[in-house]
């Protein structure tokens, strides 16, 4: 059983940046890729961004196109952490954030097995 705590969020205004952590706990955790994704109210939880599960010592990352270049994923094997930073934040932005893990490095939510309970960002103008 893979458990999944987010934090970070908060309030930041245009062109700032945050970090997000997401917390995993349960033994199987480093087999399981790990993404992020975002939900703004009255739209659908969309895709940000992913990492491939831990084959060894190089990690595989995909990015939405309207986050890359901006944002990076990162994962700490001996932590059981995940992190987004995210950078040159955008009004649009605005959402809340969720960690998810799955065995394969996806972008559809569905396809994830286990969520975290998201953190919100907010980003002024």
């Known amino acids: 059983q893979v458990q999944l705590v987010e934090s970070g969020g908060g309030l930041v205004q245009t062109g700032g940046s945050l970090r997000l952590s997401c917390a995993a706990s349960g033994r199987t955790f480093s087999s399981y890729a790990m993404g992020w994704f975002r939900q703004a109210p009255g739209k659908d939880r969309e895709f940000v961004a992913a990492?491939?599960?831990?084959?060894?010592?190089?990690?595989?990352?995909d990015y939405a196109d309207s986050v890359k270049g901006r944002f990076t994923i990162s994962r700490d094997k001996a932590k059981n952490m995940v992190y987004l930073q995210m950078n040159s934040l955008k009004p649009e932005d605005t959402a809340v954030y969720y960690c998810?893990?799955?065995?394969?490095?996806?972008?559809?939510?569905?396809?994830?097995?286990?969520w975290g309970q998201g953190t919100q960002v907010t980003v002024s103008s």
């Open positions: 998810a893990a799955n065995r394969a490095l996806v972008r559809l939510a569905k396809s994830y097995d286990y």
């Open positions: 990492i491939s599960g831990s084959g060894g010592s190089i990690f595989y990352a």
